[in-house]
């Protein structure tokens, strides 16, 4: 469990260093890292209580706890993959909404060139 608990702990602080040098360099948006800053304490916040995982392994039912704290990890992630996901569809709809504003600008624009001049 100690080893697990140690590359959990690498883990957290690669993912830390990773966002946070990709948000220096402008690589990712603000509000974007704050999802994965948010991941990153806490699997290293899991990965430092020991006890707090077994405890809620036993609570869960789980006799290893490692596969309680593997169980955690992927929990995390999942919330975080989930609200990119709802990100992602906000912006694909906005994409859609801009997308058709444009087409209802070019036609205006179109049909005022194409128009005879003395006409209003």
Excluded: C
Excluded at 8 to 31: K, Q
Excluded at 68 to 73: N, S, Y
Excluded at 100 to 105: F, R, T
């Amino acid at each position: 469990m100690d080893r697990l608990l140690t590359a959990t702990t690498i883990f957290a602080f690669g993912l830390l260093a990773a966002t946070l040098l990709s948000l220096r360099r402008e690589h990712i948006r603000v509000e974007y890292s704050v999802s994965w800053l948010a991941a990153a304490l806490v699997l290293l916040g899991l990965s430092r209580m020991q006890g707090v995982i077994e405890a809620i392994a036993s609570m869960l039912g789980i006799s290893y706890p490692p596969v309680a704290l593997l169980i955690m990890v992927m929990g995390v992630f999942l919330v975080v993959f989930y609200r990119f996901s709802i990100l992602i569809s906000q912006l694909k709809d906005a994409n859609i909404a801009l997308t058709q504003k444009l087409a209802i600008l070019e036609n205006r624009l179109e049909r005022t060139i194409n128009q005879p001049h003395g006409q209003a």
